[in-house]
């Protein structure tokens, strides 16, 4: 934990460098925040079968890491490109990237939860696309992440399941928020 009494948080591009240490974080936050919403056998096949993130976030450089006093404490960001598992949802909710980029991967620490790091993540997010000049932004939740994403103004399109090859179906919720009156402020300001 962090050795300063009110460490700050420090936000940065995250790049290939950081992947081992983004992955392991996003797999203890999917453990441990997902049990009790998930069974283990879901969590364990969904890691196994599809993970936390892909490589080209990495590159895209829309994909970032929060860190507190050194600790990684946060990671999230957006895409363009429609997540791996888009194509094994059912039935299809997602609007096919450029149209409507996605949120994605967004994960916290559980020593860090309740900080206001997600948002934090989600928010920045939101005024890149912006700023990029898209209109909405569209998401697939985990249940664990419902909450946070209605908290912050998306509404849920589709309640689906994604099939994966061991047989276990995992439960999320597609979700939309628009952005205009956000990317007409930020072309207004450029």
């Given at each position: 934990m962090p050795k300063n009494q009110n460490p700050k948080p420090v936000i940065r591009r995250a790049g290939i460098a950081?992947?081992?240490?983004?992955r392991r974080m996003q797999l203890q936050s999917f453990r441990v925040l997902g049990r009790g919403i998930y069974s283990d056998a879901e969590i364990e096949s969904f890691?196994?079968?599809?993970?936390t993130m892909d490589d080209f976030l990495l590159y895209e450089g829309t994909y970032y890491m929060v860190e507190i006093d050194g600790f990684l404490a946060a990671s999230g960001g957006?895409?363009?490109?429609?997540?791996?598992?888009?194509?094994?949802?059912?039935p299809p909710h997602a609007v096919?990237?450029?149209?409507?980029?996605?949120?994605?991967?967004?994960?916290v620490d559980p020593r860090f939860v309740r900080q206001g790091l997600a948002t934090?993540?989600?928010?920045?997010?939101?005024?890149?696309?912006?700023?990029a000049g898209y209109r909405q932004l569209q998401l697939t939740a985990t249940l664990t992440?419902?909450?946070?994403?209605?908290?912050?103004?998306?509404?849920?399109?589709?309640?689906?399941?994604?099939?994966?090859?061991?047989?276990?179906?995992?439960?999320?919720?597609?979700?939309?928020?628009?952005?205009?009156?956000?990317?007409?402020?930020?072309?207004?300001?450029?």
């Open positions: 950081d992947r081992e240490r983004i890691l196994a079968h599809r993970g957006w895409s363009r490109r429609t997540p791996l598992f888009g194509k094994s949802l059912k096919d990237a450029p149209l409507v980029p996605w949120i994605r991967s967004i994960f934090r993540l989600v928010e920045l997010a939101e005024r890149e696309a912006a700023f992440g419902v909450p946070l994403y209605q908290s912050l103004g998306y509404e849920a399109t589709d309640r689906s399941a994604i099939d994966l090859p061991d047989g276990q179906q995992f439960r999320v919720v597609a979700m939309r928020k628009g952005i205009g009156a956000m990317a007409r402020r930020a072309r207004g300001s450029a």
